[in-house]
């Protein structure tokens, strides 16, 4: 067998962080190639997905190498409670793009604008993931798949389609876009090739995706609120789509 170490070390630099456990649990689930994963108690993971993920212990069992403690934390910069990593290969972009670009569609693709939080963008795959939506794109700087990213989304980028674009980019379909002059979004019925586009946490929608929309729609809220969480909002907004839509999940 390889030496564990030297893998990780000559894979870190281009390969997708899985740090701790549901992470690498859902990551297997949803196909990941994973070639090495590493942990502090080889015997207290095993028992964990014996316990949450029966299905991929067997996985697991043949994936975990145990390495000391001082070893994991020299590859790993902020462990997880769990003691648990592991290295993925990420998609290609080639891959991402197919899926995004498949018609029909039978689940709506999140677009967020620019966003600048990690975590809330982690949190949208996840919700994303959990709602069956085709995928999620981002614009602007952020890296969709930045360890951080890919932490508060519970390694869950593997089972939806994660990818950045700029918005001449956005693949085909009618575009509803979340803004407060926008129509009271339970009057409104989201189709399942719907592109979702939320603006940015900071400045909200820009002018040229505005422009490009094909309807503009809002969330309840009380007046004198200001707005709500980016994930929240994206979450109401599929919560929405299931509900009223031809969503069969």
Known sequence: MNDPVRVWRQLSDDSVLLDG?????????FGARVPVAVTTGRAAVLELAEELAPDVRGTLDELLNEVPDTVFASLVTRPHPTSVAALAVR???????????????????????????????????????????????????????????????AGLHFATAVERLTVDELPEGPLFALDPEGEDIRGTKLPDDALLAFGSERSGLSAELRSRADHLVSL??????SSYNLATSVAMTLFHWSATGDATA
């Open 21 to 29: 456990f549901h992470a690498l649990k859902h990551a297997v689930r």
């Open 91 to 153: 998609p290609s972009r080639a891959a991402n793009l197919e899926a995004l670009a498949r018609a029909p569609r039978t689940a709506p693709v999140v677009v967020l604008e620019d966003p600048r939080n990690l975590g809330n963008a982690g949190a949208v795959i996840r919700l994303a993931a959990g709602f069956g939506a085709t995928g999620v794109v981002t614009t602007g700087t952020l890296d969709p798949w930045h360890p951080t990213v890919v932490r508060g989304g």
């Open 220 to 225: 309840p809220m009380r007046p004198q609120v």
